[in-house]
C-alpha cells in the first residue's frame, strides 16, 4: 500500500476531528460564560460555520472525496467522538442525545454545511476548468 493511500483516510479523519474540537470548545467555553440554553444556541450557529471553513481548507487542498462522502465522514466522526468521548466517558449519560438542539439540528447543520460548501467548491473548479 502506498503512502498517499495510507494518508488520504488519516488526511479526512484529521478534518472531521479538528471540526469536532473547534464544536466541543464552543460548548464547554460556553457552558463556562453563558447558560446551557445560550451556549447550546451559540454551537448551533457556530458548527455549520466551522464546517464550512475545515471543509472549505479541506476541499481546497485535498479534495480526495466528493461532498457526499466528505459530509458523511465529518457527520460520522463528531457522532462517533460525541457518543464515545462527550456521552461515555465525560458525562457517562447519554441524556444529549434527547436535545434536538444540543446534537441532532447542529449534526444535520454540519453535514448541509460541509456537503454544499463541497458542491460550490467543486462546481466551481469544474467551470474554471472548462472556461
Same mark, same amino acid.
Given at each position: 500500500?502506498?503512502?498517499?493511500?495510507i494518508?488520504?483516510?488519516?488526511?479526512?479523519?484529521? %478534518?472531521? @476531528?479538528?471540526?469536532?474540537v @473547534?464544536?466541543?470548545?464552543?460548548?464547554?467555553?460556553?457552558?463556562?460564560?453563558f447558560?446551557?440554553?445560550?451556549?447550546?444556541?451559540? %454551537?448551533?450557529?457556530?458548527?455549520?460555520? =466551522?464546517?464550512?471553513?475545515?471543509?472549505?481548507?479541506?476541499?481546497?487542498?485535498?479534495?480526495?472525496?466528493?461532498?457526499?462522502?466528505?459530509? !458523511?465522514? =465529518? !457527520?460520522?466522526?463528531?457522532?462517533? @467522538?460525541?457518543? =464515545?468521548?462527550?456521552a461515555?466517558?465525560?458525562?457517562?449519560?447519554?441524556?444529549?442525545?434527547?436535545?434536538? @438542539?444540543?446534537?441532532?439540528?447542529?449534526?444535520?447543520?454540519?453535514?448541509?454545511?460541509?456537503?454544499?460548501?463541497?458542491?460550490?467548491?467543486?462546481?466551481?473548479?469544474?467551470?474554471?476548468?472548462?472556461?
Amino acid at each position: 500500500m502506498s503512502k498517499a493511500k495510507i494518508w488520504k483516510p488519516i488526511i479526512i479523519l484529521v %478534518h472531521g @476531528l479538528v471540526l469536532w474540537v @473547534l464544536c466541543g470548545m464552543v460548548m464547554f467555553i460556553g457552558m463556562e460564560i453563558f447558560s446551557m440554553q445560550t451556549a447550546l444556541i451559540v %454551537h448551533l450557529v457556530a458548527a455549520p460555520i =466551522f464546517a464550512a471553513l475545515v471543509s472549505l481548507l479541506y476541499f481546497k487542498k485535498y479534495n480526495y472525496t466528493n461532498p457526499i462522502q466528505t459530509a !458523511l465522514i =465529518f !457527520l460520522l466522526v463528531v457522532i462517533f @467522538l460525541d457518543f =464515545f468521548v462527550v456521552a461515555f466517558l465525560i458525562e457517562k449519560s447519554f441524556e444529549m442525545f434527547a436535545s434536538l @438542539l444540543g446534537t441532532w439540528i447542529p449534526w444535520a447543520l454540519i453535514f448541509a454545511s460541509t456537503y454544499l460548501t463541497g458542491l460550490f467548491l467543486t462546481k466551481r473548479a469544474e467551470t474554471t476548468t472548462v472556461a
